[in-house]
T-cell receptor
Framework: KAGVTQTPRYLIKTRGQQVTLSCSPI?????VSWYQQTPGQGLQFLFE???????NKGNFPGRFSGRQFSNSRSEMNVSTLELGDSALYLC????????????FGSGTRLTVV | GQQLNQSPQSMFIQEGEDVSMNCTSS?????WLWYKQDPGEGPVLLIA?????ELTSNGRLTAQFGITRKDSFLNISASIPSDVGIYFC??????????????FGQGTTLQVKP
């Protein structure tokens, strides 16, 4: 059974640009959560989608947005990139059934220069 | 807001030694999760705890849900080199117990000397 697939694995962008990251959940999973991981702030929740609707949102500025498609695949977008947006972006998917049911992908490493 | 405080921040131990790390919070959690993250990978769930006082094992790993529901610990017995990584405690954000909105501790980095 394929795991959570995140593309691309690595990305380098320039300040001011925008970026779109993709997450393909495990087949049958309808919930996708996104996290930002940095050495200083650790793992921080960005947002969660379930059946194409945003179910939860973390404390990030409006430059961070996401969406989910009818096949449960999800994308997150960061506009007007800042140096501080450099991080590992992780997504996790679940079929439901509680907080312990989420499987993480390997992440997208974003570097903003 | 909710916070999870993990200690120690890092550990450097000899192969074969036992390891203990813990996680505390000022607020109650109804679920405690322990994850391990290898370099370049996402966190992998090791153990999930659902009831105060619960003690659960997964191979050489044992975790307990504190009686006050404000703490949890993870023990690793007879450590081996592949135990190297970052260990995180986590719990669902209040009001979001059945969702993917998790609060994570800062992590304990474990290094094992063969």
């Amino acid at each position: 059974k394929a795991g959570v697939t995140q593309t691309p694995r690595y990305l380098i962008k320039t300040r001011g640009q925008q970026v779109t990251l993709s997450c393909s959940p495990i087949s049958g999973h309808r919930s996708v959560s996104w996290y930002q991981q940095t050495p200083g702030q650790g793992l921080q929740f960005l947002f969660e989608y379930f059946s194409e609707t945003q179910r939860n949102k973390g404390n990030f500025p409006g430059r961070f947005s996401g969406r989910q498609f009818s096949n449960s695949r999800s994308e997150m977008n960061v506009s007007t990139l800042e140096l501080g947006d450099s991080a590992l972006y992780l997504c996790a998917s679940s079929a439901g059934g509680g907080a312990s049911g989420y499987t993480f992908g390997s992440g997208t490493r974003l570097t903003v220069v | 807001g909710q916070q999870l405080n993990q200690s120690p921040q890092s550990m450097f131990i000899q192969e074969g030694e036992d390891v203990s790390m813990n996680c505390t919070s000022s607020s109650i959690f109804n679920t405690w999760l322990w994850y391990k993250q290898d370099p370049g990978e996402g966190p992998v769930l090791l153990i999930a705890l659902y009831k105060a006082g619960e003690l659960t094992s997964n191979g050489r790993l044992t975790a307990q849900f504190g009686i006050t529901r404000k703490d949890s610990f993870l023990n690793i017995s007879a450590s081996i080199p592949s135990d190297v990584g970052i260990y995180f405690c986590a719990g669902p954000s209040h009001g979001s117990s059945n969702t993917g909105k998790l609060i994570f501790g800062q992590g304990t980095t474990l290094q094992v000397k063969p």
